[in-house]
């Protein structure tokens, strides 16, 4: 059984930094792709940072230049780094990741969540 688990949310200050961490565990095969959704409250999950498989980053246009994803191999794990925070940064924010379990097919994971709230 595939599990992503996060960590790393916090209370930041505007303008604050905080690092999110990810990691898959379990009999996986392949990764394809790793990344960050975020939730806010009364929205809709929505795509913040995918690092595909051959190294292209796709970001929010609205966090473009803040926040930097990135993957250690090794470790099945992915990283969110926010900078320059905004109180519209809030929201929860859940690992992804697009991977073949061993004897599964190809399908979408998701972590539990973690809050990150931007406040003075």
């Known amino acids: 059984q595939v599990q992503l688990v996060e960590s790393g949310g916090d209370l930041a200050q505007p303008g604050g930094s905080l690092r999110l961490s990810c990691t898959a565990s379990g009999e996986i095969s392949s990764i394809n792709a790793m990344g960050w959704y975020r939730q806010a409250p009364g929205k809709e999950r929505e795509s913040v940072a995918v690092l595909l498989n051959y190294g292209r980053a796709e970001y929010a246009d609205s966090v473009k230049g803040r926040f930097t994803v990135s993957r250690a191999n090794s470790k099945n794990t992915v990283y969110l780094q926010m900078n320059s925070l905004k109180p519209e940064d809030t929201a929860v924010y859940f690992c992804?990741?697009?991977?073949?379990?061993?004897?599964?097919?190809?399908?979408?994971?998701w972590g539990q969540g973690t809050q990150v709230i931007v406040s003075s």
């Open positions: 992804y990741a697009d991977l073949v379990a061993t004897g599964w097919l190809r399908d979408d994971y």
